[in-house]
């Protein structure tokens, strides 16, 4: 465990390892047959969401998008609540979700494509608080925010957290935080002063407790020649100066 660094720093450091597309296109047969995958995803600000005409937006679904072009694969891209459209991905081939961290416990249960973003998770407070953490334990005593189901929440229930506050909605923890229904706020590294700075509330970071890739998971059974054509597009990628891209 470590403390955070300045959200400037910590935000920069994060966008600049986000891949985004440059460069030329690989070159696949003419005779590749074209496959067909369903993409779910969940809101999650400013990397993927829906927006207010029921499509997907975001610069990791624009990346997305790219790479299934390239790799002449058609795909279908919906949005659902993070357990439901998990659930959908573990019970039907051919089905991806866009995106999860890929950590050590998940990456047998997966065929993966990524990195598609550095990220990771960590606590947060209202900008000004006296809140100091040097290492996880030292948050139990805080009512803190939390999100069903996502990596996150799950690590620090296991970690022994007594005052986790559940909700169901990232955005939710905006309001929980603002009224003092809560005093920290658990989430991801690149996804919460994006989320809090919409909604005007201004959050620093308290204590970075990991970070790890974001990558497209897809069901194990998956043709394992779709997963390489969309790994071959994205390596063909080079970084380019996201992090200038989202801070515009």
């Known amino acids: 465990m470590r403390k955070a660094p300045s959200t400037c720093t910590a935000m920069s450091a994060i966008f600049a390892g986000i891949l985004w597309i440059t460069g030329l296109n ?19 600000k400013p990397l993927y969401f829906q927006d207010e005409n029921g499509g997907v937006k975001g610069e990791l679904a624009d990346l ?3 790479i299934a072009d390239a790799a002449n694969v058609t795909y279908d891209l919906r949005t659902r609540p993070f357990k439901r459209g998990l659930n959908a991905v573990r019970n039907n081939t051919d089905h991806c979700f866009l995106a999860l961290w ?25 900008k000004g608080t006296k809140i100091t953490l040097s290492e996880l334990s030292d948050s139990f005593g805080y009512a803190t925010g939390a999100v069903s189901g996502w990596t996150s929440t799950v690590e620090v229930q ?26 920290l706020w658990l989430g991801g590294l690149v996804s919460t002063p994006f989320v809090a700075q919409q909604q005007g509330l201004d959050v620093q970071p308290v204590l970075t407790i990991k970070e790890v890739d974001l990558a497209l998971a897809c069901n194990p059974d998956i043709d394992q020649g779709v997963v390489d054509r969309l790994q071959a597009a994205l390596d063909a990628r080079r ?8 801070t515009q």
């Open 64 to 66: 997305v998008r790219e």
């Open 158 to 183: 296991d970690a022994g957290h007594p005052n986790l506050v559940i909700v169901y909605e990232d955005d939710l923890n905006v309001n929980m935080l603002k009224q003092g229904h809560t005093q």
């Open 102 to 126: 890929r950590t050590t416990m998940r990456e047998p249960n997966f065929k993966w494509v990524g990195p598609l973003a550095v990220d990771g998770y960590g606590l947060f407070a209202l």
């Open 239 to 246: 970084p380019a100066s996201s992090a200038d891209r989202l």
């Open 26 to 44: 690989p070159a696949f047969s003419s005779d590749e047959a074209q496959s067909k995958i369903v993409i779910y995803t969940e809101d999650y």
